[in-house]
């Protein structure tokens, strides 16, 4: 056998365990039987980075280079560029308090916020295009780690953490 590389996991209210990994998804569902979703039955990519449940325990879903894909439980949809995201290497996603989603991506941020997208940029205020990780803290703000810092958007504004002395010694 050989070894699978697993990027994420995340498990759903139902016990059941989703993976992302190279090859697609693998959930172990809660009767310790396998599911699997690839390019075959509904996602936009196999290589996956990142599984979020928003607070319907949907699933989103980052991929490295097929954009995002969102599951409400029955049908795949799909997100690309052409649809509203900055870049198709999805690596972040966070859902803040409003249901809006949020995505990292190489190229910047996209935040979807029903059918509105919205981009940012380093133009924008972000500390680097290059999002690690994203999260939404319990004011709403929206943090990003890039390659250059953290990024802190409170909706109208912009703060970036850059500095070594903001981090500790390494």
């Known amino acids: 056998h050989d070894n699978v590389p697993v990027a994420c996991v995340v498990r759903d209210s139902l016990g059941n365990v ?3 990994t190279n090859g697609g998804i693998s959930i172990l569902m809660a009767d310790s039987t396998f599911t699997y979703y690839d390019t075959s039955n ?3 990519d196999n290589n996956i980075l990142e599984i979020v449940l928003d607070k319907n325990g ?11 894909n969102y599951f409400n439980d029955s049908i795949w949809t799909q997100y690309k560029v052409a649809d509203g995201l900055i870049d198709s290497v999805v690596r972040a996603i966070a859902v803040d308090t409003a249901g809006a989603v949020w995505f990292g991506t190489d190229s910047g941020v996209s935040k979807k916020a029903g ?8 133009a924008n205020g972000l500390a680097d295009d290059r999002i690690y990780d994203v999260f939404v803290d319990s004011d709403n703000s929206v943090w990003f780690a890039t390659g250059n810092g953290v990024s802190i958007f409170n909706g109208s504004t912009w703060r ?4 070594p002395d903001s981090f500790g010694d390494n």
């Open 42 to 44: 509904g996602l936009s």
């Open 58 to 68: 949907y699933k989103w879903v980052g991929t490295n280079g097929g954009g995002a």
């Open 115 to 122: 059918s509105v997208w919205t981009s940012y940029t380093m």
């Open 18 to 20: 989703w993976f992302g």
């Open 160 to 163: 970036t953490v850059n500095s």
